[in-house]
């Protein structure tokens, strides 16, 4: 079964940085749709960035040139760096996994981990 378990959120001051990890087990990064998706409070679930089967990055507006995902396929783990912090950027973040799907749609992603915290003031 997989399982995906996200470290690195905390508390960080406006222009700070944070390095998230999400590591899986029970199946391989390489071989499926890997995301990191934020939501805060009162707001809907975004996508900020991930990797589609063919290895191709997508970013969201609001996050493109301040954030990176990355993987190491050895360590089976997700990472998103996550530089030039703003307040707006206060969130739940969470990782997610999509296998054996053509696209990586909202709806294919099915495994999810229980998320950390980011919190950025100002």
């Known amino acids: 079964q997989v399982q995906l378990e996200e470290s690195g959120g905390g508390s960080v001051q406006a222009g700070g940085s944070l390095r998230l990890s999400c590591k899986m087990s029970?199946?391989?990064?390489?071989?499926?749709?890997m995301a990191w998706f934020r939501q805060a409070p009162g707001k809907e679930r975004e996508r900020v960035s991930h990797?589609?089967?063919?290895?191709?990055?997508t970013y969201s507006d609001s996050v493109k040139g301040r954030f990176t995902i990355s993987r190491d396929n050895a360590k089976n783990t997700l990472y998103l760096q996550m530089n030039s912090l703003k307040s707006e950027d206060t969130a739940l973040y969470s990782c997610?996994?999509?296998?054996?799907?053509?696209?990586?749609?909202?709806?294919?992603?099915?495994?999810w981990g229980q998320g950390t915290q980011v919190t950025v003031s100002s």
């Open positions: 990797f589609s089967t063919g290895g191709s990055i």
């Open positions: 997610a996994a999509a296998f054996g799907v053509s696209q990586c749609l909202f709806r294919n992603y099915k495994y």
């Open positions: 029970g199946g391989s990064i390489r071989d499926c749709c």
